[in-house]
């Protein structure tokens, strides 16, 4: 069984019907007791940086995940989700996040030419970093990947598994043994998308 951690931000029932799409028992739960008896966990979140990390923290969610990727189980943070897994951001100040994997939070702007559209809204391509990651074992480089986001991961570049193209590299997804982070939405990438989940499914 696998647990989508809802703590109050987002929509995670696309999530949950593309998991069954490709024959997932996917829960969206805030149930501790339902979050530990899952086989893999993973973590939503569209929105504001901060109220997520608060929201996560408030509703005992942060202690959950953490506990659950150190006791070696699957994890996935998508969009805000993935932010959330690294050390802190600088959304509209700076806030702590989950610490699981290395890297910061920053604005896009400043990082991409002045003339392109901020958020990073579109398909975009996925370039592959280092050894190819169990996560990418039924799609191929170049493939392309749904984004909506206005800031991403930086200073991971040493757990980033892959990146894409948008006036520079942006990081697109990362990873830290049993924890994996998608900037990008699996749900609204079509086949790619369900391929990834897939092969998250199979870890």
């Not at 942006?170 to 897939?198: D, W, Y």
Request: proline share 4%; glycine share 12%; charged share 20%.
């Amino acid at each position: 069984m696998l647990a989508i951690i809802d703590y109050g931000v987002g929509n995670l029932f696309s999530l949950q019907s593309s998991l069954k799409y490709i024959g997932q028992e996917a829960v969206v739960t805030s149930d501790p007791e339902t979050i530990r008896r899952a086989d893999r966990i993973i973590l939503p979140g569209v929105g504001a940086y901060e109220d997520a990390a608060r929201k996560l923290r408030e509703t005992g969610m942060a202690e959950l995940v953490t506990e659950a990727a150190k006791a070696g189980k699957p994890l996935m943070g998508i969009c805000l989700g993935m932010q959330l897994l690294l050390e802190r951001s600088f959304e509209y100040g700076e806030h702590k996040g989950l610490g699981l994997i290395k890297g910061t939070v920053v604005p896009i702007k400043g990082a991409v030419p002045s003339e392109l559209k901020i958020p990073h809204i579109g398909w975009n391509g996925l370039k592959f970093m280092g050894a190819k990651s169990p996560l990418f074992k039924y799609i191929k480089e170049g493939d392309c990947v749904y984004f909506v986001h206005s800031f991403y991961g930086a200073d991971c570049r040493a757990n980033t598994i892959a990146v894409t193209e948008y006036g520079c590299e942006l990081t697109a997804a990362v990873a830290e043994g049993n924890v994996f982070g998608c900037q990008f939405h699996p749900e609204k990438s079509g086949e790619v998308g369900m391929n990834i989940l897939r092969a998250f499914c199979e870890l």
